[in-house]
């Protein structure tokens, strides 16, 4: 069963056989159990213990190893059995990790994708219908009465936060490095960067061009999570913050100084459409010919592979449960009628950014 070939065909074309289609919507009804029993092999250390034993564990092996009950023990690997993320010698009853298990054990972005989902999105999904009936974020109920998570993103419980900030930063930051080359190959310095967020890419900024300034406008909030995380480090004088509600429409960009770039990554997903031209156009209007707007997202049809354009889609119920109702990661199509809704034109797309499959669309006014 072939799930995830290039993105290419299987969107307009049947990936299955009957039989397959048959087998994969079994998956899919016990798509929660197989998430728990994957996280729990983690969690427990046996898929790092049988990573470490390539010659195989037995179930009692396992059990003395991990503290754990015979039954415990047996429902989990017989569980990941037929998932196929453990395998089972016929002869002599040991364990061993499977490639899927492996992968689930070694590949950082899936680690990061597993404790973003239970630790941030599980409980909120319970509720997906509800927030997708009524536009709002019905599932950040659980954790807190703010209006979108991003007012609560400080108050969050530090697992919580640790999960959610460890899956937004492998996404966006294995694109930096290439992200900075292209909005610095024309000598701009000051760099306004619009839902900066913990100055993760300030740091980046002045730390790549020893003349370089950013301005970072975010939520009052984020404002001070950024200081905290900036405070003593190299360059970081040349760093400063503005707190604003980016949601006001009244609420203009800063105008103390003429800005090279204006830089919104992974930003513009978080929002509606009619919020992210409002956005935009507030943008445009402290834009001349001198400067250039830069969007960097994963926009999920222009991924090279199938597990990533699944991924993204999967994610954008995030947004829709927990995050504010109303947001998603969007495609090509969308997000370049809004930029022109917006008064500006795309001048250049620059795709397959890092390892998250990042695109900058890079925006003059229109």
């Known amino acids: 069963m072939h799930l995830f070939p290039s993105i290419a065909k299987p969107l307009t074309t049947e990936r299955f056989s009957a039989r397959e289609a048959q087998s994969f919507a079994h998956i899919i009804s016990f798509g929660p159990v197989i998430f728990q029993t994957a996280r729990l092999m983690l969690k427990y250390g046996i898929f790092t213990m049988l990573n470490e034993h390539p010659e195989g564990l037995t179930?009692?092996?396992?059990?003395?190893?991990?503290?754990?009950?015979?039954?415990?023990?047996?429902?989990?690997?017989?569980?990941?059995?037929?998932?196929?993320?453990?395998?089972?010698?016929?002869?002599?009853?040991?364990?061993?990790?499977?490639?899927?298990?492996?992968?689930?054990?070694?590949?950082?972005?899936?680690?990061?994708?597993?404790?973003?989902?239970?630790?941030?999105?599980?409980?909120?999904?319970?509720?997906?219908?509800?927030?997708?009936?009524?536009?709002?974020?019905?599932?950040?109920?659980?954790?807190?009465?703010?209006?979108?998570?991003?007012?609560?993103?400080?108050?969050?419980?530090?697992?919580?936060?640790k999960s959610w900030f460890g899956f937004d930063h492998y996404y966006s930051d294995n694109s930096f490095d290439e992200a900075l080359a292209i909005i610095f190959k024309d000598g701009g310095k000051h760099v306004l960067d619009v839902g900066g967020n913990t100055g993760r890419f300030a740091m980046r900024c002045v730390g790549y061009n020893p003349d370089a300034r950013v301005t970072i406008c975010d939520l009052p909030q984020q404002i001070g999570l950024m200081r905290a995380a900036t405070a003593g480090k190299e360059g970081a004088e040349r760093i400063q913050g503005v707190g604003m509600n980016l949601l006001d429409r009244n609420s203009a960009f800063p105008t103390e100084a003429h800005y090279d770039v204006i830089w919104m990554s992974q930003f513009l997903d978080c929002f509606g459409e009619d919020e992210i031209v409002s956005i935009l156009s507030r943008a445009s209007k402290i834009m001349d010919d001198t400067n250039r707007l830069y969007i960097m997202e994963t926009l999920w049809d222009r991924q090279k592979y199938l597990p990533a354009a699944f991924a993204l889609t999967q994610i954008s119920l995030y947004f829709t449960a927990l995050a504010n109702g109303n947001s998603k990661m969007y495609n090509t199509d969308d997000m370049l009628r809004l930029v022109r809704e917006a008064g500006l034109e795309v001048e250049t797309i620059h795709d397959d950014l890092g390892m998250g499959g990042h695109s900058i669309l890079v925006c003059k006014k229109g």
């Open 59 to 161: 179930q009692d092996e396992i059990q003395e190893r991990t503290g754990l009950s015979a039954y415990a023990c047996k429902c989990l690997l017989e569980a990941s059995l037929t998932t196929g993320t453990v395998l089972i010698d016929a002869e002599t009853d040991k364990y061993r990790i499977s490639k899927v298990g492996w992968f689930l054990l070694n590949d950082p972005l899936i680690r990061a994708d597993i404790d973003f989902n239970h630790d941030v999105n599980y409980e909120g999904w319970f509720v997906l219908d509800k927030a997708l009936e009524e536009g709002r974020p019905a599932g950040l109920e659980h954790f807190g009465s703010w209006p979108t998570i991003y007012e609560g993103l400080s108050s969050l419980p530090e697992q919580v936060q």
